[in-house]
């Protein structure tokens, strides 16, 4: 296995969570699938609807991940 620099790792691993909560580029998911744009169009009122019996509510979820 070869090295890899620090600050290629470390700018990979950016992009990669960046894609995950804020922008997509691509690199995994389609465009507006970020979780901040999905979360936008979900209102405070929706969002603290329990999803079923068992299950957190979906501002609980999102406070999970926070």
């Known amino acids: 296995m070869?090295?890899?620099r620090n600050e290629d790792?470390?700018?990979g691993l950016l992009n990669v969570l960046g894609e995950t909560f804020d922008?997509?580029?691509g690199f995994y998911l389609d465009?507006?699938?970020s979780l901040f744009t999905t979360l936008a169009t979900v209102s405070a009122a929706?969002?603290?609807i329990p999803v079923g019996g068992k299950c957190a509510t979906l501002?609980?979820?999102?406070k999970h991940t926070a």
């Open 2 to 4: 070869s090295d890899i």
């Open 23 to 25: 922008e997509v580029n």
């Open 9 to 11: 790792f470390v700018n």
């Open 31 to 33: 465009g507006g699938d």
């Open 59 to 62: 501002a609980a979820q999102v």
């Open 46 to 48: 929706e969002a603290s």
